[in-house]
């Protein structure tokens, strides 16, 4: 029997069970994928503080996120595609995370849509949008995910203009998947993977099927995003959007401290550091080199959650002394979903918790919501600059 102990080995299950075009989707970058390397040698660098003989008998890693308790501070990201990678594993993905107690996102960009998620789970979930040119599709987006019970909106603000992922054209990647001479073998060997997601509510994206009229293929989805996502869009957009939205509001997508500055003063109640999995511009920063930066600029005026690379309890905590008040998985989540459906999500949230806790007790403390940058080693030399205040 496997054993399945890691994030890594959930990958490698994930690996063989999906089709190539859609695994590489998840697991790669744009271009060269330089800051997809950097996201994760830029954590594993970040060394803690080994502390002996502290009583470790009672530890917690509950905390909270914008309000909502959370027994540990992670959320599931909003990720596109889900659908493709378990059948109906929007579905699968928010049931797993709400019964763990941690926070589900659905993508815009997602193959259950709102409502599908919204008469299949018990509990409020989050939703994500983008910012397109068309402000009537958006306010209708809104306007579900209200009616849904959503309790968290998420503005994703790095995908104005998209970035080349290379791998994608060069797989043949469509939605809805379409059996081609490049891509038969590879779907024929994964008979258990058609099926379900065969069987599921939908193949396409849910939330766009009205949008997208009878045509498919990636080509016709890069051709609408690029018709869709704004370019020219400015800070007044959140005006607006507030117009919509009188619940709690996130923005996705800051990686540097003059937009952290900026975004603290629009009344979010989070940002989260991102590059976008390194998806987006490549050549930038990881994710937790320009956390302490962004923590420094927010000075408190809103919660900073983490997003970049997360793929163990170590990196949780990594962030968290950082100043992050949470961290958000994409990756790692398509990964265990992927290779086990609903079951492997909640596999994946246990290890991540254990891990956690364990690494919480070895530097030293007992609840994860006292953590500061005095559990790292050197935290000042880090990245070159102070730790957050």
Not at 157 to 175: A, C, F, H, T, Y
Request: charged share 20%; proline share 5%; hydrophobic share 45%.
């Amino acid at each position: 029997m496997r054993v399945i102990n890691s994030i890594a080995d959930l990958r490698a299950l994930a690996r063989a069970r999906v089709p190539r075009a859609i695994f590489e989707y998840a697991d790669r970058g744009s271009y060269d994928e330089l800051t997809i390397a950097r996201n994760h040698s830029d954590l594993q660098a970040i060394e803690f503080r080994q502390r002996v003989l502290r009583d470790l008998s009672r530890l917690s890693v509950a905390s909270s996120m914008i309000g909502q308790a959370v027994t540990m501070p992670l959320a599931i990201a909003p990720t596109g595609l889900t659908g493709l990678f378990y059948g109906d594993g929007e579905i699968h993905g928010a049931r797993a995370a709400q019964a763990f107690g941690i926070p589900f996102c659905l993508s815009t960009m997602s193959i259950c849509s709102i409502e599908d998620v919204h008469q299949a789970v018990p509990q409020p979930f989050w939703f994500q949008v983008y910012l397109m040119r068309d402000r009537g599709f958006n306010q209708e987006l809104i306007e579900r995910a209200r009616a849904a019970n959503c309790s968290a909106l998420v503005l994703t603000v790095d995908l104005q203009v998209q970035g080349l992922r290379r791998r994608d054209p060069k797989n043949g990647l469509s939605i809805p998947p379409r059996l081609t001479l490049r891509n038969a073998l590879d779907i024929a060997s994964k008979p258990a993977w058609a099926l379900r997601v065969l069987l599921g509510k939908r193949r396409t994206f849910g939330n766009l099927s009205a949008r997208l009229g009878q045509s498919d293929g990636l080509s016709t989805l890069s051709q609408w995003i690029a018709s869709q996502f704004d370019p020219a869009v400015t800070w007044e957009y959140i005006d607006w959007i507030r117009t919509l939205w009188p619940g709690k509001l996130v923005i996705k997508g800051i990686l540097d401290p003059e937009d952290a500055k900026i975004a603290a003063t629009q009344g979010v109640d989070a940002l989260v550091v991102s590059n976008h999995g390194g998806r987006q511009l490549d050549g930038a920063p990881s994710s937790i080199s320009m956390l302490p930066e962004v923590v420094d600029a927010v000075a408190g005026r809103c919660e900073v959650w983490f997003d970049g690379g997360v793929q163990s309890g170590q990196d949780m905590l990594r962030a968290l002394a950082l100043g992050a008040r949470g961290c958000l998985i994409g990756k790692s989540f398509l990964y265990a979903l992927a290779a086990m459906g609903g079951s492997g999500v909640t596999l994946a949230l246990n290890l991540l918790r254990r891990e956690l806790e364990v690494t919480l007790a070895l530097t030293g403390c007992t609840d994860v919501r006292q953590v500061d940058a005095s559990i790292l080693r050197h935290p000042a030399s880090v990245f070159g600059q102070p730790p957050p205040r």
